[in-house]
């Protein structure tokens, strides 16, 4: 295993995809055969010196290099963050010199996509209009948000035709925003009224914007798509495609002519070579979800005959599928083993819960929040318990996901150790 900033592993990967033989790299790389081989079986450090030389002679990208548990050996299972860690990161933030929002941090995690804050809602308003001059608005952030309300809170938003809007929202409400959807929020009375913010990082990654701006400002609003109506073909996506083959009208209606299939997505993706997901539009959907918990979707679980959980489905959007959010209800003492694929996020909304993890019980209070690794099994033990939990999935998920998948079984584990010759 890696036990260096710069990796040996990676470095057979980069030689395999460069087609260079151990001593081919020796020489081109003017160092010693017996060097290479030492470097490449884990006996020698990969040096600074030969990464500069590495990156100068081939096509490589330091990052590509880096050993990322160089700096953290283990990634938690679980990590803890109680509300009395969390007054101590109390901040008051001013807006136009007033006293604004009391920000504190809960649970965080390296390796986890969300960045999660308890925001007390400090501004107070004496009417709902949107145009309330106290409110005072952000120009809205890159990471997705979702937001569930403790309180009596207004939550301010720009809609999607442009006009400054207002939800009034209590206890148990939620809503999901877009990246870049101006917003601010303002408490109703004088009570200790709060949101938990839970942003979240999904495809819209710092190696994408790297990539854009690679490509430039011009170009990147070339490669867009109009997402706008989800019930049509999308002619933007088609016409990407058609470009890449040089594709010509004429050659396109003599192939759709030959295609006996009647479904136009079908066809389409046949003629094009490629899935029938990728030449549909979008779901027509807005850039701000209100989920008020009278009207939420609420089930048992595991069914209604066992009634063990109560859930509530919270605010989600379809441009993050995989990213949901539901609350739950314990209404019975239980031993009913959770796991998922997500990064998770839970927040205690209830006096007192049990947690459960391997044989581990935990016993954590209102306002204290917890966050689990994917997969990682546990389950809320007590009657009465109520959490709130986000999942959000990072970038095994989407056409991420479904070329991991195409791989199969079998050579997954290649993907993640990827260390011998394969030619
Ligand atoms: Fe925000």
Redesign the pocket.
């Known amino acids: 295993m890696d036990t260096k900033l710069f990796s040996t592993v990676r470095l057979r990967q980069i030689l395999n995809d460069l087609k260079r033989r151990p001593e081919d790299a020796a020489r081109e790389l003017k160092i010693s055969h017996t060097k290479i081989k030492k470097i490449l079986n884990g006996k020698a450090n990969l040096d600074f010196k030969t990464v500069k030389k590495i990156i100068k002679i081939w096509p490589v990208q330091v990052d590509s290099l880096i050993n990322h548990k160089f700096f953290y050996k283990k990634s938690p299972d679980i990590k803890i963050f109680t509300k009395k860690q969390s007054l101590k990161t109390s901040r008051i933030i001013k807006r136009n010199g007033k006293d604004y929002y009391e920000y504190r941090d809960t649970v965080m995690e390296k390796f986890a996509p969300f960045r999660p804050e308890w925001i007390r809602t400090i501004c107070k308003v004496n009417n709902n209009k949107p145009t309330n001059k106290n409110v005072i608005w952000?120009k809205g952030?890159l990471l997705h948000?979702f937001t569930y309300f403790v309180g009596n809170i207004n939550f301010y938003y720009v809609n999607d035709k442009g006009v400054k809007s207002v939800a009034k929202m209590k206890t148990g409400d939620s809503m999901y925003i877009s990246p870049y959807v101006p917003?601010s929020f303002a408490s109703r009375d004088n009570l200790e009224n709060f949101i938990i913010?839970l942003?979240y990082l999904d495809k819209v990654t710092p190696q994408l914007q790297d990539n854009l701006t690679l490509i430039g400002n011009l170009n990147a609003k070339k490669i867009l798509v109009d997402v706008k109506d989800g019930s049509k073909i999308n002619k933007d996506l088609i016409k990407r495609f058609k470009n890449n083959l040089l594709l010509t009208d004429e050659e396109i209606s003599k192939r759709l002519k030959k295609i006996k299939k009647n479904n136009v997505y079908e066809k389409y993706s046949n003629i094009l070579g490629v899935n029938t997901k990728d030449v549909m539009a979008f779901d027509k959907r807005n850039k701000v979800t209100i989920n008020k918990k009278n009207n939420s979707n609420k089930w048992y679980f595991p069914n209604s005959r066992q009634k063990t959980f109560q859930i509530s489905e919270l605010a989600s959007s379809k441009f993050v599928p995989d990213a949901k959010s539901i609350e739950i209800n314990v209404l019975k003492n239980n031993y009913i083993v959770l796991e998922n694929f997500c990064h998770q996020y839970l927040y205690v909304l209830s006096d007192n819960i049990k947690l459960k993890h391997n044989s581990k019980i935990f016993k954590l209070n209102r306002d204290d929040t917890f966050y689990l690794k994917p997969f990682v099994k546990f389950s809320i033990i007590n009657k009465n318990a109520n959490v709130l939990i986000l999942r959000v999935p990072g970038n095994i998920s989407g056409d991420n996901l479904l070329q991991l998948s195409q791989l199969g079984k079998k050579n997954i584990e290649r993907v993640l150790s990827e260390n011998s010759r394969w030619y």
């Open positions: 952000n952030h948000q917003h913010a942003t």
